[in-house]
């Protein structure tokens, strides 16, 4: 069975920085695309960025531009998400989410059970 595993949560200040991972398993990590999405509290799911197969493309939410980095590590079937100055209003639960295919298209298949980030002084 698939697993997505999230780490790296937990409580930072304004203005602070986090890198989260998603540890993967159970099928070929290097064959497809990724995702990171989150929900803040009481609101609705958010995606946040998302990488292609091999990381040669990436994409990004407009809130999350120039302050937030995606990567992959194909060796280690691992996804990162660097997160750099963070505001309060980005404290949510943030899921690593895989796709059905080589890129990403929105056609997310397995998620992870998430981890929370709280961004609060």
């Not at 609705?44 to 998302?50: A, D, I, K, P, T």
């Not at 660097?82 to 989410?97: D, R």
């Amino acid at each position: 069975e698939v697993q997505l595993v999230e780490s790296g949560g937990g409580l930072v200040q304004p203005g602070g920085s986090l890198r989260l991972s998603c540890k993967t398993s159970e099928f070929t990590f290097s064959n497809y695309a990724m995702n990171w999405v989150r929900q803040a509290p009481g609101k609705g799911l958010e995606w946040v960025s998302g990488i292609n197969m091999g990381g040669g493309s990436t994409s990004y939410g407009d809130s999350v531009k120039d302050r937030f980095t995606i990567s992959r590590d194909d060796a280690e079937n691992t996804l990162y998400l660097q997160m750099s100055s963070l505001k309060p209003e980005e404290t949510a639960v943030y899921y690593c989410a895989k796709e059905r295919n080589w890129a990403v298209q929105g056609g997310v298949d397995y998620w992870g059970k998430g981890t929370l980030v709280t961004v609060s002084s």
